[in-house]
């Protein structure tokens, strides 16, 4: 049976890591306390709904996907992106500044 509090709490922290957001970001975000985020990451404490609807909306997520039982992966998938993302923007530019491209008339696009 899982204990929904760790679930959530560690949804939470997950989410918040791959967003790169720190506690006390996210706390001031939602108008709450540092140390009681930190109790609700560690599966201490148990938010109200409204705040576990403050808390989706600034991870940018809907508030069920606090409760899912595989968020490292869904994190991983979305942090493996972005970096992948990322290099190959840094590869696209440094391609861009290496080779000149000019048309036919001899203008450099």
Request: hydrophobic share 35%; charged share 30%; net charge neutral.
């Amino acid at each position: 049976m899982t204990d929904i509090r760790k679930l959530l709490g560690s949804n939470i922290k997950t989410y918040r890591r791959v967003r790169g957001i720190s506690q006390a970001e996210l706390a001031e975000m939602v108008d709450m306390a540092t140390n009681y985020l930190g109790l609700i990451e560690g599966g201490k404490k148990f938010p109200s709904a409204d705040m576990i609807e403050r808390i989706a909306d600034a991870l940018g997520r809907d508030a069920p996907d606090l409760f899912t039982t595989s968020p490292v992966q869904q994190g991983w998938k979305e942090q493996i992106l972005s970096k992948i993302n990322n290099l190959i923007e840094e590869e696209l530019k440094g391609l861009y500044e290496d080779v000149k491209i000019k048309s036919p008339n001899g203008c450099q696009l």
